[in-house]
């Protein structure tokens, strides 16, 4: 199912550069040309900026990492690309089987339109062209879960081509700005999945499902213009988060309908690249960053003990956190691509090439599934920048945990808080409260409504924002009690009698003239310290900001 | 599906604008090379084992080289013969599966509702540890 190999020549691009061995790898030497050091922080690795007429000094250490991308993608269909067998997880072994998926003579393939219009609309959400005339293509390999003995796919002329994915690279935690980063898209071709092979080597025999097999699938060709794991990572979130928001696949990597292969391969800045390597199915965001970086390390520790690097095919061991070698690519495979004899050429129409009086199903208008796409990520996410002055940082967050975004919205409607509030609490405590207990939001305990409410209580100043912590550490506790009913039963409101508390910072004052002669002397830590006993006299149920109006006011007199 | 396997793998290189026919005598006279037979059995994972095997494959290649004779210099290939119709597209409802009974009974082995295959894609021995093949 590997797509056809990318081309690596590439003569005119200038490559940003990944300091492999200096740290992580976003802190990047600026690209060719520019003499900006862009550097965060502390590498001491000079980072020199590669003019091509400034040639690396032998025996310097220095590497660059170039890493492309093949990503397929499940469509979210009702029925298979060519034939009308479910597409579903997890049923019965071969029971959504077709007599066409099975390969039986004399059955036909017969195009999905929704697999088309699926295409067609991720190709324009990845900024693609549309080619209007694309073809299908038969790429042959004999594998028992492919009953036909060979892959319906786009070789020659695929649907879409020429596209660009934009991701961000967070800068650092401090300040809390992302960098945007782009990756091109090569293609976008529509082909058939693969059954399933189920390995019984004891008995040294194979199961073979072929559920999945005819399913659709977008197979997402990137340029490699990634250097690192978490660069891939990012990109490869990004796809998926749009993918979702697009409805084209589920995209979920544990259930296979993502999967993806990583060709990677490391040189000196300014040398030709190296030979690469292919990582086959990577299935989980986190692995896929982990295999990429292993990969790109061993090739490194290889070459620079005096090795050599083999284009060969290589699998992730997500125990031992290393690639393998599959060996299973020792001759160049021959695909024998050949055009499909039983499609002729897809052809897709835009507003002004539709023929007129063509039957609407039998056409597909680009400019028509064009006015259909919804929000992307991207705007999303610019739009909670704009709408609540938050940090673009915090807006990734918010869209990388599945259903949070729709959480923070809830809770944003039904609350009088300011959205910075909001967003800190969102993010710090109740996400902080979830990854502990390894929950997705939709099994919180904590209702936007009651977590609404609990902001109110705090933006009125009822409670203290400590105060505010411990009831929702009590509904964490999932008992079924209001904000409102747990802050009076545990006598959490902040005082409110301004007589009592001034009696309280009086006695305070009085038990501790040390600290009071600090504060005289000039001391401006001082009046803290007697801020810190008053509130713990008053049991936390004071406003520190109260206390200290008081304080100042009673020192001053 | 093995038997199937055969015949594509046989069939399709011939189909091909090129097959491996310059793999072999240039003369036509269709003898096989036991690498060629070997690489074969690789791609197809199918044991030809006989000498009537390799003699029926000879003569498939045979008969295709014959395509050989026509002109067809300056001529532009057509990639099907349909390829000035429409390509019918079909509503996303389903309306085949739930066979798998029909289905399971081309298999030779049933494992509950799974067919069995031979393990995977496990090469076959090399040339150098195989028994001398009569055609080398």
Redesign the interface.
């Known amino acids: 199912m590997a797509a056809p190999m990318l081309r690596w020549g590439c003569r005119g691009r200038r490559w940003a550069l990944a300091c492999v061995d200096g740290g992580s790898c976003h802190r990047r030497g600026a690209p060719t040309g520019s003499t900006s050091n862009r550097i965060r922080g502390q590498s001491s690795v000079a980072q020199q900026p590669l003019h091509t007429a400034q040639k690396p000094r032998k025996g310097e250490h220095k590497w660059a990492a170039v890493v492309g991308l093949e990503i397929h993608a499940q469509i979210s269909?009702?029925?298979k690309l060519f034939?009308?067998?479910?597409v579903r997880f997890s049923a019965?072994?071969?029971?959504?089987?077709?007599?066409?998926d099975?390969?039986?003579p004399g059955t036909l393939p017969?195009?999905?339109?929704?697999?088309?219009e699926a295409a067609v609309m991720t190709g324009l959400a990845l900024n693609c062209h549309i080619n209007k005339k694309s073809?299908f293509d038969r790429k042959?390999?004999?594998?028992?879960d492919l009953?036909?003995?060979?892959q319906i796919t786009q070789h020659r002329l695929p649907i879409a081509v020429n596209g660009s994915l934009t991701y961000g690279i967070s800068a650092g935690k401090e300040c809390g700005q992302v960098i945007p980063k782009m990756v091109r898209v090569k293609q976008i071709q529509l082909e058939q999945d693969s059954g399933k092979?189920?390995?019984?080597?004891l008995r040294?025999?194979?199961?073979?499902?072929?559920n999945r097999a005819g399913v659709g699938l977008l197979e997402v060709v990137l340029e490699p213009d990634l250097s690192c794991g978490e660069e891939a990572a990012t990109a490869v979130r990004e796809l998926q988060l749009i993918l979702q928001a697009l409805g084209t696949s589920q995209a979920n990597m544990a259930e296979g309908q993502l999967r993806v292969d990583a060709n990677i391969s490391v040189h000196h800045p300014g040398e030709p690249l190296g030979v690469r390597t292919e990582v086959k199915n990577l299935n989980s965001i986190r692995f896929l960053a982990k295999a990429i970086d292993y990969e790109i390390q061993r090739q490194i520790s290889e070459l620079e003990n005096g090795g050599e690097i083999l284009n060969e095919t290589r699998s992730f061991h997500e125990k031992l956190g290393c690639t393998v070698s599959m060996r299973?690519k020792?001759?160049k495979q021959?695909y024998?691509f050949?055009?499909?004899?039983?499609?002729?050429?897809?052809?897709l129409y835009d507003a002004t090439s539709l023929p007129t009086g063509a039957d609407p199903?039998?056409v597909?208008n680009i400019d028509q599934i064009r006015e259909t796409l919804p929000e992307l990520p991207s705007v999303t996410r610019e739009r909670l920048v704009q709408q609540y002055g938050m940090l673009p940082e915090h807006s990734f967050t918010l869209l990388n945990e599945v259903g949070l975004l729709e959480f923070f919205q809830n809770v944003m409607k039904e609350t009088r808080a300011e959205p910075k509030k909001v967003t800190s609490w969102v993010l710090n405590i109740f996400l902080g409260y979830l990854k502990q207990e390894n929950l997705a939001v939709s099994e919180s305990p904590v209702t936007p409504s009651a977590l609404a409410e609990l902001l109110d209580l705090l933006d009125s100043r009822t409670i203290s924002s400590s105060a505010a912590k411990q009831v929702f550490e009590e509904l964490w506790k999932r008992e079924g009690k209001t904000p409102g009913q747990i802050v009076s039963e545990k006598q959490l409101e902040l005082m409110q009698d301004r007589g009592a508390l001034e009696q309280f910072c009086y006695s305070v004052m009085k038990d501790h003239p040390q600290v009071v002669m600090d504060v005289k002397k000039g001391n401006p830590r001082a009046i803290n310290k007697l801020i810190g006993l008053v509130r713990k006299a008053t049991l936390n149920r004071a406003d520190p900001a109260v206390i200290k109006e008081i304080l100042e006011k009673q020192l001053s007199s | 599906m093995l038997a199937r396997a055969l015949w594509l793998g046989l069939r399709v290189p011939l189909g091909g604008p090129r097959g491996f026919t310059s793999k072999t005598d240039p003369q036509g006279s269709g003898r096989i090379t036991a690498e060629v037979i070997e690489h074969l059995e690789r791609l197809a994972l199918v044991d030809f084992g006989s000498r009537e095997a390799v003699a029926r494959l000879e003569k498939a290649i045979a008969f295709a080289d014959r395509l050989r004779a026509v002109d067809t210099d300056g001529v532009e290939p057509m990639e099907s013969v349909l390829e000035d119709r429409c390509l019918y597209l079909r509503s996303d409802n389903v309306v085949e599966g739930n066979c798998a009974d029909e289905l399971l009974q081309n298999s030779h082995r049933v494992v509950e509702e799974y067919f069995v295959a031979p393990p995977g894609n496990i090469p076959l021995p090399k040339l150098d540890e195989q028994e001398p093949f009569p055609h080398s």
Request: net charge negative; proline share 11%; hydrophobic share 35%.
């Open positions: 269909s009702n029925s034939s009308g067998s479910q019965p072994p071969n029971s959504l089987v077709s007599f066409f099975a390969s039986l017969v195009l999905n339109r929704r697999c088309v073809l042959h390999y004999f594998y028992a009953p036909a003995g060979y092979s189920l390995h019984d080597d040294s025999q194979t199961l073979i499902d072929l299973d020792e001759a021959d024998r050949m055009p499909e004899p039983n499609l002729p050429p897809l052809l199903q039998q597909i």
